[in-house]
Every structure is written in structure tokens, then in C-alpha cells.
């Protein structure tokens, strides 16, 4: 489970960065739990390929996050803002809580 959240990740990161059938397959396969069978039919290639597609492609995927590292810096941003929705609820001035939690919530929809 954690490597395919992994790759949804990475997908969701660089997903751009692939082919349109690259991109495609690896939805298929991660976003829908599409098997290589429900995949490689209705495209006329086989189970093998499909498989070989997608290696190539993970491979493609964490070559970028080695790279470029967007994956895990937005993780960490998550779990920072995770930690100050903790702490806002131990403000005891509600205004100044609620100003906090409305920042926090703006933050967070721009990752």
C-alpha cells in the first residue's frame, strides 16, 4: 500500500512530465487498481508490456524525485501544517485561532 500511495504521489508531482500514455497507463494502474489485463486489452498490448511500461515509468518518476525532490518537500509541508492545526487549537484567543486555522486552510489548498 505505501508504495502505490507512493507513486500516486509521484504521479500527482511529475505526472506532467510523462507521455500521455506514460501518464494514462500509470492512472490506470495506480488511480483506478486497473490489473495489466483490464489495462492492456482495450490498447491492443499485452499484460507484458503494459508491466514493462510501468517499470519503465516508476523508474522515470523517482528518477525526477531523486532529482528534483518535490514529492518529499510537499510531504514535509503537509505534515508542518498537520503540526500548526495542533498548535492553533491551543491559542486561547478564538480570533486570533480562527485567523490562524483560515491561513492554515489557504496553505494547505495551495500544495
Known amino acids: 500500500m505505501a508504495k502505490e500511495l507512493k507513486f500516486v504521489m509521484l ?10 500514455h506514460q ?12 490489473s495489466l489485463a483490464e489495462i492492456g486489452s482495450p490498447m491492443g498490448i499485452t499484460r507484458q508490456a503494459v508491466l514493462s511500461l510501468i ?10 524525485e531523486e532529482k528534483l525532490g518535490f514529492a518529499r518537500r510537499l510531504a514535509k509541508m503537509r ?11 491551543m491559542v486561547p484567543d478564538e480570533k486570533l485561532r480562527t485567523k490562524l486555522a483560515e491561513q492554515i486552510n489557504t496553505a494547505t489548498e495551495l500544495l
Open 11 to 20: 504521479l500527482d508531482c511529475y505526472g506532467d512530465l510523462l507521455t500521455e
Open 79 to 89: 505534515e508542518c501544517f498537520e503540526e500548526l492545526e495542533k498548535l492553533t487549537a
Open 55 to 64: 517499470k519503465r515509468t516508476e523508474g522515470l518518476l523517482l528518477n525526477y
Open 23 to 34: 501518464r494514462s497507463v500509470m492512472e490506470m494502474y495506480y488511480c483506478e487498481d486497473l
